[in-house]
């Protein structure tokens, strides 16, 4: 499917990335307000986080499958049911009183997650010229950006200074906004060369494909896995008080909807160059830590640079799984989401080892360890790169670039 129009596809690629945000928004909203959770359903904190873990696991489970089931569909049918979901789930959410239906609540939408992200990916690629795929692809991945950084603190002030049940409207509204854009403004999206469930499953037997999710799952690893202990690493390293760390949290996610920009021009470019130099660099960044980490001043520009390298990296993971299963891109988005979970929760039980043994200064140390493997995972993931179609188009750059 190839829009003709440069303003159809660019608002089809807006609705896509709001829709993404509202996805992102219902999974990770919860997250600045477990306490409030705790309280309302009289659990305690670390019972409310199954809230979180539910959700990522059915979200880990169902990554590759609930994309493909609906591969065969109209899409925009599809993305509609997926959000019908999500709203009548947040509703439920809304009014329950028993805490076993919130968790029940929250594991049925993170069935249909994967169905729309990974859907969001596929449209938005196909909807523009090839060359500029990777570009729409990056302009989706700042919805999820957008997700952490904007809807985690407009949830948590929505129920700290309403209720509980006024974020989960907050989130049925913003799925509820994107629904009705979608029927209005998005035409009908027929599936052209329907693959078997099985012509499918075929690309698993893809050397290059298994590279790369390995490259997904190590470069994820090292990423999340430092980020999910970042405020703890402010808070008793660069010793910054909760208001300022919020305001370092904002910067980051702020820097990660630039390196999303970013990497769209970069991967159109020089795809196989992008893709190799990006753990390198973070490689630095992290390293920087351990001289520079209690200092406040160089710290702020750690966690900018951070942030940068962390949206390119994102889609450096999308596309170089996309890419190994051209032919089934559902799939390959479903796997991308899979990896990309199964790595945030093995870089974060490795930092999480090096904080139990050594203290959270040496927390780096685990994301260090996910770097190196995923150098080695890129480079014969990236093996079989070809100029890209910018490059063919223009073989003077190709040059230039080499």
Known sequence: MHNKTEGGSG???????????SILNTEMGVIGMLPLIADTFQVSVPQAG?????????????GPITPMLFSRFDRKMVMLSALGVFIISNVVSMFTESFAVLLFSRAVPAI??????????????????????PKAVAKV????????????????????ETSYAMAMFFFAAVNGMVFLATIVCIPSIPVTGRLSYGEQ??????????????????????????????????????????????????????????????????????ARRTIRLTPFALAVVLASLFPLGDSFIP????ILLFGILTGLS????????????????????????????????????LCGLFISEMGIHYSAFGALICLAAATVAIFWATRPYRCTPLMKKYPELAESMR
């Not at 199954?50 to 169902?62: H, K, N």
């Open 201 to 270: 499953l075929r690309v698993l037997k893809k050397p290059a494909l298994w590279y790369a999710v390995s490259a997904v799952v190590f470069t994820n690893g090292a990423v999340f896995g430092f980020f999910s202990y970042l405020s703890d690493y402010l808070k008793s390293v660069t010793e910054l008080p909760f208001t300022i760390i919020s305001l370092v949290l904002f910067i980051y996610g702020s820097a990660n909807i630039v390196g999303n920009i970013l990497a769209g021009r970069l991967l159109a470019v020089d």
């Open 50 to 62: 199954w809230t979180v873990t539910v959700f990522a696991l059915v979200i880990a489970v169902c």
């Open 141 to 160: 991945f700042i919805g999820v950006s957008a997700g952490m950084v904007l809807g985690v603190p407009a949830a948590s002030f929505i129920a700290s």
């Open 112 to 133: 249909f997650h994967p169905v729309y992200v990974s859907m969001a990916f596929t449209v938005a690629a196909t909807s523009v010229a090839k060359e500029d795929a």
């Open 11 to 21: 608002l089809l690629v807006l609705i896509l990335t709001f829709g993404v945000f």
């Open 299 to 302: 710290m702020l520009g750690i």
């Open 314 to 349: 994102s889609n450096n993971s999308q596309y170089m799984i996309s890419n190994a299963a051209l032919e089934a891109p559902e799939f390959a988005n479903g796997l991308f989401l899979t990896s990309a979970n199964s790595g945030t929760a093995i870089g974060t039980a």
